[in-house]
């Protein structure tokens, strides 16, 4: 099973610039995936990007970019140019050789100050 | 157009009586999930069905009873609630028992007094 690792319950960034969200992961599968959601105070749970353990380059989806140190076992989300609207919680989560389950970090406040 | 809804998406009740959640999406998607979010923001899956057969019981009491008439339906079932079983509760669906994007309904806070 996966074991995920977000070492930062809070962190501040000015608006405009990049931000660095850590996450480490542990699984001994051959096989597995890593997602980041984001969860702003309304609670809803919003998909921001994906990593496969095969994927060769790092995954970026618009501003968001994923970070992927396989043998490191991180996988850190970068957001460049932060906005007012990025100031939410963020998970990180993985998902097992099954991939039939997805086991989240304990997430990471984001406060975006103007 | 809704993807993944739930129902409702607040319940207050006392011990001891019994709820339902309902989930439903017009994904088309294969596979269901039921997480809980505690106080501390902590998530954890619950369940998991595939095309209506259950895949996952991550150990949760058997007060916990999900039902998928469907596939595209999957309801929990919360019987003799007890305080500690206060805590938001989110329904996930994707496409496929694969490393494909869970997508996650809006939640139903639950508030057990």
């Known amino acids: 099973a996966q074991k995920i690792t977000q070492t930062q319950p809070g962190m501040f960034v000015q608006e405009k610039e990049a931000v660095t969200l850590d996450c480490t992961y542990d699984t001994s599968d051959p096989s597995y995936g890593l997602f980041w959601y984001k969860q702003p105070s309304s609670g809803e749970m919003i998909f921001l990007i994906y990593q496969g353990s095969y994927d060769q380059q790092n995954a970026t989806e618009g501003r968001y970019s994923l970070n992927f140190q396989k043998a490191r076992k991180s996988a850190n989300l970068v957001i460049s140019a932060s906005q007012l609207g990025d100031s939410a919680m963020y998970f990180c989560a993985g998902t097992n050789n099954a991939g039939n389950m997805l086991t989240f970090g304990g997430g990471t406040r984001l406060m975006v100050k103007p | 157009d809704t993807a993944v809804s739930q129902t409702p998406k607040y319940l207050v009740t006392q011990m001891g009586n019994d709820k339902s959640i309902k989930c439903e999406q017009n994904l088309g998607h294969d596979t269901m999930y039921w997480y809980k979010q505690d106080s501390k923001k902590f998530l954890k899956i619950m369940f998991s069905?595939?095309?209506?057969?259950?895949?996952i019981n991550e150990t949760v009491p058997n007060r916990f009873s999900p039902k998928s008439p469907d596939k595209a339906h999957l309801n929990l079932h919360i019987n003799s609630l007890e305080l500690g079983d206060s805590a938001v509760y989110f329904c996930?669906?994707?496409?496929?028992?694969?490393?494909?994007?869970?997508?996650f309904g809006p939640g139903t806070r639950l508030t057990v007094t």
């Open positions: 996930a669906s994707s496409q496929e028992t694969g490393n494909d994007e869970q997508y």
């Open positions: 069905y595939n095309n209506k057969e259950l895949i």
